[in-house]
């Protein structure tokens, strides 16, 4: 890391990695409110962000680090998917910085993001309730990792409820369907979609010279990937159709700065979760009793897992 982003003033949100010569990751603090990962890229002549982290305080603060880093405003942001970790803060960037995404993110965010927003300002004291009921499900807990992921989780929902009244839901205003390039005065970025797998529809920031991309949910680094609005399989067609491409290093939408290992990883869990309940279906097992297997149960997310295999059970007998 260079002495420039230890110089910048801290963000409790997230920590800032230099990953390239103008180009940082802002990596996620767990339990405040940023939940998802950031970047940052200069251009040379303007700025990029890719998405905005969970609450306006986080996305301030990333505004800010934008502005230090590379001495001009942001022009540009890129949301990945539609998911609030990747979206909330985009009140923060404009009118001054256009908003990319997908037409069909900019369709979910338009109608169902919006609503639900809506939903949520108008009666919060049901989130309110749900969450309480999480407190109390966490004095419970006996498995102390499972309990500390609780814990981040809850402390992440009270920040985001906290800024929820603020909240000015802000919609992408530039879309594209296929692929998008920036030409900056520095270097040109690609901002790319082979379709939906973590959500209808991902996008991910690709720097062909720097050998870097900038990934959303479609990786994650020691993270479970998160299935609640997935199709798995072309979840693994879109991480082959990746691969093809010339990648050293990967910010991930959750989890370090990483290599394709990384992308390596989630594939596997992939076919492992659609084996192990095939099998289950199969065997007329249930599926409550599919276990983490070992090679994730150090990973972070586990309180997604059981999910993660319902959805998977869903999917393939659907």
Same mark, same amino acid.
């Given at each position: ?16 990695t ?11 603090v ?5 939940l ?5 890229i ?24 934008a ?20 979206t909330?803060g ?12 997908t ?28 969450l ?36 000015v ?31 209808q ?5 690709y ?18 990937? /998160?299935?609640?609005?997935? %199709?798995?399989?072309?979840? &693994? ?5 990746? +691969? !093809?491409?010339? =990648? #050293? ?5 959750h ?10 990883? /989630?594939?596997?869990?992939? %076919?492992?979760?659609l084996? &192990?309940?095939?099998?289950?279906v199969? +065997? !007329?097992?249930? =599926? #409550? ?5 070992l ?12 999910g993660?295999?319902?959805k ?7």
């Amino acid at each position: 890391m260079s002495n420039l982003t230890n110089t910048l003033t801290n963000s409790k949100h997230f920590k800032l990695t230099e990953v390239a010569n103008g180009v940082y990751a802002a990596i996620s603090v767990p339990g405040t409110g940023s939940l998802g990962n950031a970047a940052i890229i200069d251009l040379g002549d303007s700025t990029l962000v890719v998405d905005t982290f969970t609450t306006i305080q986080a996305a301030e603060d990333l505004k800010a680090a934008a502005m230090e880093l590379t001495g001009k405003p942001v022009s540009y942001v890129v949301n990945t998917h539609w998911h609030s970790d990747h979206t909330s803060g985009n009140q923060v960037f404009t009118p001054q910085a256009q908003i990319i995404s997908t037409t069909t993110t900019y369709e979910i965010m338009n109608t169902f993001g919006r609503e639900r927003i809506s939903q949520q300002q108008l009666k919060p004291d049901s989130i309110y309730k749900a969450l309480d009921e999480v407190e109390e499900n966490i004095k419970q807990e006996t498995d102390e990792k499972l309990k500390q992921e609780m814990q981040w989780e809850l402390a992440s929902d009270r920040e985001y409820m906290s800024m929820l009244p603020g909240l000015v839901y802000t919609v992408p205003t530039i879309t594209f369907d296929q692929q998008l390039a920036i030409h900056g005065r520095d270097r040109t970025v690609q901002i790319i979609t082979y379709g939906g797998g973590h959500t209808q529809s991902d996008t991910f920031v690709y720097l062909p010279e720097e050998k870097i991309a900038v990934m959303g949910d479609l990786v994650l680094s020691k993270h479970h990937p /998160v299935l609640i609005h997935a %199709n798995p399989k072309e979840w &693994l067609t879109i991480l082959e159709q990746v +691969e !093809q491409l010339d =990648i #050293e290093t990967i910010v991930p939408g959750h989890g370090e700065v990483c290599s394709m290992n990384a992308l390596y990883d /989630v594939k596997g869990y992939l %076919n492992e979760l659609l084996t &192990l309940v095939e099998e289950a279906v199969a +065997e !007329q097992i249930s =599926i #409550e009793e599919i276990l983490v297997p070992l090679a994730y149960q150090e990973w972070s997310f586990t309180t997604y897992f059981k999910g993660n295999v319902k959805k998977v059970f869903e999917f393939i007998t659907r």
